[in-house]
């Protein structure tokens, strides 16, 4: 039908046309050449060939029969040129609308598959924009053509924002390596992979895994790239933070090792670990000082070959033997040195297993050396404070036994002192008595006899007191002080003045020290060397006694007492000092003998010592030392 | 035995006769009016001081002096030191300890128990008549005794 309406619309156009052209020549007169041409090409281009042959026939109809008079239609000779430039002016026409409709038909086919195109395209868009992945893409210049969801979210740019942008300024990339060096990777493989650090819109960084691919065009020429990227800023970060931790552990490992080490190292036992078959793996300072190995001579050999000596080795394969088998072992042995000396040692030795070595045994060896001399220098001691605390017995029972005759010595003084004194005053007493009688009769000879008599009695009198103080020096209680000797002098001076009365005597006295001791006692000691000097001075005219310093070291004050009496001789000195010796007649110079003996006494007792020079007729010196506190001894009991 | 005194009593403790004839006669030679007591050993000398005895009848009198030697039968001197001095009605009594001992013991022992003096007998006659004379003079004159000591003849 449509066929049909079109060809009766394309020869309608055609006759229509033709009709026109036959109309205005008619109205116009000719005047306008060409019109039906204008015809017959209207309706070859829009008709189509049938409905041009049909404009072609009647155009030529029409001009024979309106161009000639007579209206024949004689087709002559002349007008067939023009008949075939019609025809052929109609074909050239029906050529150029065939040409054009097939080029409109292929417009057509081409606009359609670009839409289709456009389509898939969109399509794909959307679906990458459904994945949180930033993606985008970039022509070779860089340029970015795509930027999805993903990217904007992550990145904060819009795809507005970031299409036609150079995309390594916007985001400001830091490649781990060159540039060129990755285009060169993904124009050769077609792929790159590596982290990239990216700027985002707020100027934060972010660290993201990218992943490059390329895309080439039908001729295979690098077209574009695209990128996916994938957020690793926080697993950046913790692996920064891993990696700081690792190396703060590794470094407190070292320090830890190193402590270990150096503890082991500076140990104070000497310490070896071994592996399960014995061998030595590792000594320490203490041990190569002990055993005289050192680590380079140790290491490797067997433990019990170096120091267990040939007579142990026994019972030291017992004890690795047990320890492999879990025992802890402790024991005091002996070890032998590198030298082949021995060394007592208190062994201590543990299993250990670390994970992953092949460690067996952990020993530690103490040197005994100097705890064995130490003992036998403990027992060597206690045999001594035996023999001391034996001895210390015998002293307390010694002790005792002259406690009770000190104390049987005192009753026997004091019976003395009671008893013996009291027949002697009545002997005086009634003696006096009778000579009171017999006075009065002038009887010289009975006169001699009771004079004797009494002074008899009064001598026995001073015997018995100069004994009684004798026997008091040994027991009294002393009080040591400090007493200068100067005072105590002219106090004893005052004492015996007395004995001298009347008599010149040219005293000199000087320098005395000041010495520790029992004042009285030394008072006494003073009074009876001055005694003595004044009384065997006696005979002198001319009378010197002198009292002075002589000290011999700095560890005792010596003092001198000299006059210029009768002397003694020198073979007799060791006499002086003894109780009731006396060197003189007892009618030449009165005296108990007790005086001298008392003078040594005290000076024991005081821990110094007399002496005395001398000789006949020239004056006698008495010296008595008194240590000084330093080299003070006190003596307990007098000799 | 008793003599007639117009001066304090002086009561003598001595065992020894010797001692009391020698003492008496010190006394003596120095015309010492004083009314001597002689008792021998020290428990007479307590019975005296407490009216016991032989002593029960006595006067009622303390004595202006008390010698008391210290080696004594029965009590001794210094048991009759303590006695008298730890007694509220003797303590007053002046005691003299006139004794042959110069030990330092007793000196001491003497003196803690409150005596009034330590007088130790010379051996030399003459030294041990002018001490005798000194305590009968110095005691039994000079010395006025605590109340209730009654000097007779005064």
Known sequence: ?639 | MEIGSKLGRILIVEDDPKDVELTLTALEEFNLANEIIVVRDGEEALDYLHYRGQFQSRGTDNPAVMLLDLKLPKVDGLDVLKQVKSDEKLRMIPVVVLTSSNQEKDMVASYKLGVNAYVVKPVDFHEFVNAIRELGVFWGVINEPPPGTVKKGT
């Open chain 1, 1 to 639: 039908m449509s066929r049909i309406r079109s060809a009766v619309r394309g020869y309608g156009l055609a006759v229509l046309s033709v009709a026109c052209a036959l109309g205005l020549e008619l109205l116009l007169k000719g005047r306008i050449p060409g019109l039906f041409w204008i015809a017959i090409a209207l309706s070859v281009w829009y008709a189509g060939v049938g409905p041009g042959i049909l404009a072609l026939v009647l155009s030529i109809s029409a001009l024979k029969y309106f161009s000639e008079p007579g209206h024949n239609f004689h087709i002559i000779r002349d007008d067939i040129p023009y008949y075939v430039a019609f025809i052929l002016f109609a074909l050239l026409i029906a050529w150029l609308s065939n040409v054009r409709r097939r080029v409109e038909r292929n417009l057509l086919q081409s606009r359609d598959e670009l839409q289709r195109e456009v389509t898939i395209r969109t399509q794909q868009a959307r679906l990458l924009d459904l994945t949180r992945d930033p993606i985008f893409v970039r022509d070779m210049n860089e340029v970015i053509t795509y930027w999805n969801r993903g990217a904007q979210e992550l990145y904060g740019f819009t795809a507005e924002q970031t299409i036609g942008k150079h995309s390594h300024e916007l985001l400001r990339t830091v490649f781990p390596v060159p540039l060129d060096d990755i285009i060169a990777e993904v124009q050769r493989s077609g792929r790159w992979e590596g982290d990239l650090k990216n700027a985002k819109a707020d100027g934060t960084e972010v660290v993201v895994s990218s992943r490059w691919c390329l895309q080439r065009d039908e001729q295979g020429r690098p077209m574009s790239i695209l990128e996916s990227n994938n957020d690793i800023t926080e697993r950046k970060h913790r692996e920064e933070d891993i990696r700081g931790l690792n190396q703060a552990l590794a470094r407190r490992t070292a320090t830890q090792k190193a402590y270990l080490d150096e503890l082991f190292e500076q140990a104070p036992e000497g310490v070896v670990l071994l592996d399960v078959r014995d061998c030595i793996l590792r000594v320490n300072r203490e041990f190569t000082r002990m055993f005289g190995y050192t680590p380079e001579e140790a290491v490797g050999y067997p433990i019990n070959d170096l120091i267990a000596p040939d007579e142990l080795r026994g019972e030291a394969h017992e004890y690795t033997h047990g320890i492999l088998h879990g025992k802890t072992i402790r024991a005091e042995t002996i070890r032998r040195r590198k030298d082949g000396g021995r060394v007592p040692v208190s062994l201590l030795a543990v299993p250990v297993s670390v994970p992953g070595e092949q460690i067996a045994e952990y020993a530690i060896y103490r040197d005994l050396t100097r705890y064995k001399a130490v003992e036998g220098e403990l027992t060597l001691q206690k045999a001594h404070l035996e023999e001391i605390r034996g001895l210390n017995e015998e002293l307390a029972k010694r002790s005792r036994e002259l406690e009770a005759t000190n104390r049987e010595l005192e009753a026997f003084a004091y019976s003395i002192s009671h008893d013996l004194r009291a027949p002697l005053r009545h002997i005086s007493g009634y003696t006096e008595l009778l000579h009171k009688q017999f006075s009065s009769e002038g009887n010289e000879k009975s006169n001699r006899y009771i004079t004797t008599i009494l002074e008899s009695a009064k001598r026995m009198g001073n015997l018995i007191d100069d004994l009684l103080a004798f026997s008091r020096i040994g027991r009294a209680e002393t009080q040591e002080t400090l007493v200068n000797l100067e005072d105590l002098v002219r106090e004893a001076l005052t004492e015996v003045r007395h004995e001298f009365g009347e008599r010149q005597i040219a005293w000199k006295i000087s320098g005395l020290p000041s010495v520790y001791g029992d004042r009285s006692m030394l008072r006494m000691v003073l009074v009876n060397l001055l005694s003595n000097a004044i009384k065997f001075t006696r005979t002198r005219p001319q009378v010197e006694i002198e009292i002075g310093r002589a000290d011999r070291s700095k560890n005792e004050a010596v003092v001198f007492v000299k006059d210029n009496g009768v002397g003694f001789d020198m073979k007799y000195v060791k006499r002086l000092f003894g109780v009731f010796q006396r060197l003189h007649q007892a009618d030449a110079f009165e005296g108990t003998g007790i005086g001298l003996a008392t003078v040594q006494r005290i000076i024991h007792r005081h821990g110094g010592s007399v002496w005395a020079e001398g000789a006949v007729d020239k004056g006698a010196t008495f010296y008595f030392s008194i240590p000084t506190p330093q080299g003070y001894l006190w003596k307990s009991a007098a000799n």
